[in-house]
T-cell receptor, first 114, second 114 residues
Framework: KAGVTQTPRYLIKTRGQQVTLSCSPI?????VSWYQQTPGQGLQFLFE???????NKGNFPGRFSGRQFSNSRSEMNVSTLELGDSALYLC?????????????FGPGTRLTVT | GESVGLHLPTLSVQEGDNSIINCAYS??????FIWYKQESGKGPQFIID?????DKRQGQRVTVLLNKTVKHLSLQIAATQPGDSAVYFC?????????????FGKGTHLIIQP
C-alpha cells in the first residue's frame, strides 16, 4: 500500500498571502489529521477530518482551515500568512477516527513565510 | 493542562549498546500511548504502542514500559544501530480525556556513536 502523500513538499510564501496544502491518505483510510511542527512548539494538532466532516480542532486561529473530499483526500488552507506560520505541516491518516489508535504520517510540507 | 514531555533533549549512545528514552505524562486518564521515530526530512514513523491495561510491550528490538503509578513510559532500543539515529517522540491519544488528536512530547534526539 502506498503511504500518505503530501504536496507540495516545499513552499515559500510571503506574509499576507494564503496557501493550500494537500494530503492523500493511505488507501482505505477515512480519517485525516493535520499537525504543525515547529522547533519551539513541537508537534501540535490542527484538526481532524473523517468522512468529509471536521471532528476535532486544535487551538489554532481561524486563519487555519481545512476540508476533506469524498475520496478522503484533504486540504488545509492558511490565509493571511504570518512569519510564525513557517513550519513543517504534517498529515496523518487512519481508517478509524478519534482516539485510541495510531496515526500514519506523510513526509510533510515545509512552509517558509518571508 | 495535559502534557506529554520528554526528560532529555539529546541522548548519545555507542553503537551496539542499549538505549532508553523516557517520557512523562500528566493526564492520569490517558490510556493509550505511542512512540514515533522521526528521521531528518521525514514524517514521524510509528514504532510501537501500548494501552494502559499493559505494563510492557515488546516489538522487534524495542520495548515500551508503562508505569501508571508515576505516569511514566520509556522506550528501550536493544543493540542500537546507526539507523536508529533520529528524534523519538512519545505521544498520547487515549480515550480517557485530554486534548484532541495526538499530544506529543518535545522529542529526544538519539545519536548513535560509532
Amino acid at each position: 500500500k502506498a503511504g500518505v502523500t503530501q504536496t507540495p513538499r516545499y513552499l515559500i510564501k510571503t506574509r499576507g498571502q494564503q496557501v493550500t496544502l494537500s494530503c492523500s491518505p493511505i488507501s482505505g483510510h477515512r480519517s485525516v489529521s493535520w499537525y504543525q511542527q515547529t522547533p519551539g512548539q513541537g508537534l501540535q494538532f490542527l484538526f481532524e477530518y473523517f468522512s468529509e466532516t471536521q471532528r476535532n480542532k486544535g487551538n489554532f486561529p481561524g486563519r487555519f482551515s481545512g476540508r476533506q473530499f469524498s475520496n478522503s483526500r484533504s486540504e488545509m488552507n492558511v490565509s493571511t500568512l504570518e512569519l510564525g506560520d513557517s513550519a513543517l505541516y504534517l498529515c496523518a491518516s487512519h481508517n478509524l477516527a478519534g482516539k485510541g489508535y495510531e496515526q500514519y504520517f506523510g513526509p510533510g510540507t515545509r512552509l517558509t513565510v518571508t | 493542562g495535559e502534557s506529554v514531555g520528554l526528560h532529555l533533549p539529546t541522548l548519545s549512545v555507542q553503537e551496539g549498546d542499549n538505549s532508553i528514552i523516557n517520557c512523562a505524562y500528566s493526564n492520569s486518564a490517558s490510556d493509550y500511548f505511542i512512540w514515533y521515530k522521526q528521521e531528518s526530512g521525514k514524517g514521524p514513523q510509528f514504532i510501537i504502542d501500548i494501552r494502559s491495561n499493559m505494563d510492557k510491550r515488546q516489538g522487534q528490538r524495542v520495548t515500551v514500559l508503562l508505569n501508571k503509578t508515576v505516569k511514566h513510559l520509556s522506550l528501550q532500543i536493544a543493540a542500537t544501530q546507526p539507523g536508529d539515529s533520529a528524534v523519538y517522540f512519545c505521544a498520547e491519544n487515549g480515550a480517557g480525556g485530554g486534548a484532541d488528536g495526538l499530544t506529543f512530547g518535545k522529542g529526544t534526539h538519539l545519536i548513535i556513536q560509532p
